[in-house]
């Protein structure tokens, strides 16, 4: 009998692979440039195989939003109780900073991610509409918690803003030649800085309504 342990792990090194493979080819030559044929040559699979494990082309590249989708829902829908959203992702955001995650924008070699998504309008098209599903997620925990559909979309959308504002800022320190450690340090404040505004605005909402 297969072991369903041994299964998931080769499928997970295959989806890693090919995600490598193609993000190697966009940095060298744009995203428009490469076709998915490519990618599946240079990977060693089918064609098929690649759009099984990413059904379009942009999450080739922005092949982490599953991943980062499940882990805000659940910073948002798991938190401890008398935890407001605003201070569990704010000390979310902090945590992904002080482990030096991608996600947290303030990384060496971020510059051609930036590059690459920049240049390619399907990315950013892409980029925005993930950001989009962040929103809408986060909208549907707060309106299970509060049958408030309105201020649930509100707040979802500057909770979304903030994370995705904290993000853009260090990329685009980055970017700019600024040393990745003086960001690091100083990203803590512009986490403090974003989650305050939020705060100020959003209150201890969905809690200031029990």
Do not use: C
Request: proline letters at 4%; a negative charge.
């Amino acid at each position: 009998m297969a072991d369903p342990g041994l299964r998931e792990r080769k499928k997970q090194a295959t989806r890693q692979l090919i995600s490598n493979v193609a993000t190697g080819l966009f940095a060298l030559r744009g995203f428009e440039d490469v076709t998915v044929a490519e990618i599946a040559e240079a990977a060693g699979v089918s064609k098929m195989t690649v759009f099984n494990y990413f059904p379009r082309k942009e999450d080739l590249f922005l092949d982490r939003h599953a991943d980062r989708l499940r882990e805000l829902t659940e910073v948002v829908r798991d938190r401890p109780a008398g935890t407001s959203p605003v201070a569990a992702l704010r000390r979310h955001q902090h945590e992904l900073l002080a482990a030096g995650h991608p996600l947290s924008g303030a990384i060496t070699g971020g510059s051609g991610f930036w590059w690459v998504l920049n240049s390619s309008p399907a990315l950013k098209a892409r980029w925005y509409e993930q950001e989009r599903e962040i929103a809408d997620a986060f909208a549907e925990v707060f309106t299970e918690e509060t049958g408030d559909a309105l201020r649930s979309r509100l707040v979802a959308g500057l909770l979304t803003t903030a994370i995705t504002t904290v993000f853009a800022h260090a990329m685009g320190r980055i970017v700019a030649g600024d040393a990745p450690e003086t960001v690091r340090r100083e990203q803590v404040a512009v986490i403090d800085q974003a989650f305050d505004l939020a705060e100020h605005g959003v209150g201890a909402f969905p809690a200031a309504l029990e």
